[in-house]
């Protein structure tokens, strides 16, 4: 029997219905109690379930129900969903490290089991037999007996009275219903009708719209400003300084954006002035001639190298990028009488909901925050600096709620970045040609948007190894390795973005390798198979790399032995076209590789890629599989970010960047798409992992080693010009 300490609470409450929830349990001043909620069933019947995740296109809307609704017994079609807002009962919201399903899907079983094991007990009680002679359906409890029959909703009030289950039992894969089969989005049809709302889609009575206009320079402030000519624009309504800048608030958005244009701003000098990344870039390849902090070393390490018999080196250069998400950013406040109230598409709630009370001077609980669908997320919205924008300028107009909305340039120029990096490799061939050595140094800068590292952290390993993604925990074994890392402090803003810091290191690596295979005469798949064969008494068969964090070198084999199989490695491509491969683990819970097809257009077209992608085919272990599906799409949506990846880059000069727009910014547009086929191999018995990242690392330099067989030399920076292929 249950307390009410317990992880999981059903509880009775106002008008019949039951909640559903995880954590601590208080009492409400009607004596009902009121958990942590994640699922609620109303007195029609009606199962309403929290999502808890910000949706950006990942499906979790989809998935997240459809945990809950499968060890429940409900029809999906039957099940509303509501957002989930921060708060004493939903104290940590975040979206972000492809963690949703991973790290909600047992507490959400549990939540749905335990509904349904009460339920049932509900039944049994009133019908004076065991809760084993009954089963659930559809949203009833069924005696199969005695053809007796109740709904969930007839239920509740005798539901809520029954004990609490220590441990509800959960569904085993084989009595699955929803999960593991594909289902389309419960909100696919508002989003295509154009009916669903994101950030920028926000309307309240009253609305003012703002821009803000941002330093030309990074770094650099505001002096002074002259609003006189804004001032007379019509529908321009007030003109604040802000924290970024200067703020135009008008009646509408085109109103302040012409008001902005006539704003005069004297900025103060900035120290970041002459940064030009041309510079940094070679400061970067500078600091890989000796190694940084060392992160991981097996065996000898990079002292083993000089004893190989032959030494290979190469040196790979990765650019900043920004997110551009189709939506640019956005937010919308309204302060009034001590209280705050935002509209965001944040993937940081609780963070947007603190920052404001922060900068109001009010208590967290006077901030209520409402995250709306979001228009492309990247990690760009897991900062809070957009929403701030619209605090502040809510700060100074109380009582009308105001929309600031950075256009399509100013969050190109003013966003989060992904780090510019460099990678320096030398492997260590013995007599045989065996790769018995490796040395990985990567040098970059840190996330500084939001975090100030001390110079204690910046020294300590255990800090240091949570930025070298996808070289700390790469699956291969080599009897010596030592991995490393080195900061070049740059002043761009860099923050998360997709996958974080697997893409350039993953690129650096999987390209590495082929240099490698192709030196040592050994076919690239035939190598890694190598490098992961666990029947070797020397190999083992997995190893850790955190706390909770286990690479299996066998999940990793496998997907690279079904991919071979499905994407016919064994045979030649057609004639002028070239395969590529690479793969990678990802948080150690998931496991991909691709192969491509491509080929050199005779004269590619302006704005296109130089290549061709004809095919693009995946094989995945992602665990237990929730909606087949949105795996899919994530795939898909992987090889097109990282294609685009392929074709653009931030550059700076005199502290600014210079591109503003897709018009020089590329992304992969619909004809450059490839096919693209997906392979699901990891099997049911394992947890879910998440998919939004790891769908991005392997697929540039799978691109680029084919690309390199093309061509006869290898691709080792990006992104990939028509010079680099002539």
């Known amino acids: 029997m249950g307390t009410r300490r317990e992880f999981i609470k059903l509880v009775a409450v106002g008008g019949g219905g039951l909640v559903l929830g ?54 999906l079609a039957s099940v509303r969903i509501e957002q989930a807002q921060p708060g004493p009962d939903f104290k940590s919201l975040g979206t972000g490290g492809s963690r949703s399903v991973m790290r909600s899907f047992a507490p959400l079983r549990q939540a749905g089991a335990a509904a349904r094991a009460m339920l049932v007990g509900a039944a049994a009680a009133r019908w004076g037999v065991a809760s084993a002679e009954c089963r659930s359906e559809s949203g009833a409890v069924l005696h199969p007996a005695s053809g007796r029959r109740l709904a969930y909703r007839e239920l509740l009030a005798d539901a809520a009275r029954q004990p609490v ?12 219903k929803l999960i593991g089969r594909p289902q389309p989005r419960v909100d696919g049809p508002e989003i295509v009708a154009g009916r669903a709302r994101y950030g920028s889609d926000v309307r309240l009575p009253g609305l003012r719209h703002a821009v803000v206009a941002r330093p030309p320079v990074l770094g650099a402030r505001v002096s002074s400003f002259d609003a006189t000519a804004t001032k007379r624009v019509g529908g321009v309504r007030e003109v604040v300084e802000i924290s970024s800048g200067v703020a135009v608030v008008a009646d509408s958005t085109w109103a302040a954006l012409r008001g902005r244009d006539a704003l005069h701003v004297t900025w103060k000098d900035s120290p970041h002035g002459s940064f030009d990344s041309a510079a940094y870039t070679a400061a970067l390849e500078r ?73 109001l001077g009010i208590q967290a ?85 939001r975090n100030v590292f001390s110079d204690e952290q910046k020294r300590d390993p255990s800090v240091v190894r949570g930025w070298t993604w996808g070289i700390y925990d790469q699956p291969y074994y080599v009897p010596a390795f030592e991995a490393s890392y080195a900061i070049v402090e740059a002043p761009v803003p860099i923050g998360p973005w997709r996958s974080v810091f697997s893409p350039s290191s993953v690129f650096a690596r999987e390209c590495f390798l082929d240099e490698v295979a192709q030196a040592s005469g050994k076919d690239p798949l035939a190598l890694r198979l190598a490098l992961l064969d666990t029947s070797d008494p020397g190999v083992p ?32 491509a057609p004639a002028g076209r070239a395969l590529g491969l690479a793969g990678n683990t990802f948080h150690s819970s998931a496991y991909i590789a691709y192969v491509v097809e491509v080929s050199r257009p005779a004269r590619p077209a302006p704005g296109r890629l130089p290549f061709v992608v004809h095919r693009v085919v995946c094989a995945i272990d992602c665990g237990l599989v929730i909606n087949p599906d949105m795996v899919a799409q994530q795939v898909e949506s992987g090889v097109i970010w990282s294609l685009s990846n392929m074709k653009n880059e931030i550059t700076f000069k005199d502290g600014r960047a210079q591109q503003e727009s897709y018009a020089d910014f590329p992304v992969l547009t619909i004809e450059e798409a490839p096919n693209v086929e997906t392979h699901l191999v990891g099997a049911r018995e394992n947890d879910p992992s998440g998919i939004g990242e790891t769908v991005v690392c392997p697929l540039a330099p799978a691109v680029a080693n084919a690309l390199s067989r093309l061509i006869g030399r290898r691709i080792r920076r990006l992104p990939v010009r028509a010079d680099d292929l002539a």
């Open 541 to 572: 068969a997995s190893f850790k790399t955190s706390d909770d964090e286990r690479v299996d070198r066998r999940r990793m084999r496998r997907v690279f032995e079904v991919l071979a199989e499905r994407a016919g490695l064994g045979r030649a």
């Open 165 to 176: 289950p220590e441990s509800p039992r959960l569904k085993g894969p084989g009595e699955f």
């Open 365 to 449: 609980g006077a901030v209520t925050v409402n995250v709306t669908l979001l228009g492309g997320g990247f990690g760009r919205r897991l900062g809070v600096d957009f929403d701030r924008d619209a605090v502040e300028v809510a700060r100074a107009m109380p009582g009308t709620p105001v929309q600031v909305l950075r256009t399509r340039e100013d969050d190109m120029v003013h966003g989060y970045f992904q780090a510019a990096s460099a990678h320096r490799l030398i492997a260590g061939l013995d007599g045989s040609d065996r790769l018995v050595a490796l040395e990985h140094r990567k040098v970059s800068t840190p996330h500084n948007a």
């Open 287 to 359: 600091a890989t001639a000796s190694p940084g902090l060392t992160v991981r070393k097996d065996g000898a390490g990079r002292e083993a190298l000089a004893g190989a018999a032959r030494r290979i080196e190469a040196l790979y250069m990765y650019p900043f990028a920004a997110h551009a998400a189709v939506e640019p950013v956005n937010s919308t406040a309204l302060v009034r009488d001590g209280r705050c109230e935002v509209w965001s598409p944040t993937q940081a709630p609780n963070t947007l909901q603190e920052m404001a009370a922060s900068v």
């Open 22 to 75: 995880a954590g601590r349990v208080r009492a409400s001043e009607a004596g009902d109690f009121r958990p942590n909620v994640w699922l609620r069933i109303e007195p029609d019947g009606a199962v309403v379930i929290k999502v808890g995740k910000s949706e950006m296109g990942q499906g979790v809307r989809t998935a997240l129900p459809m945990i809950v609704a499968e060890e429940l017994d409900v029809e």
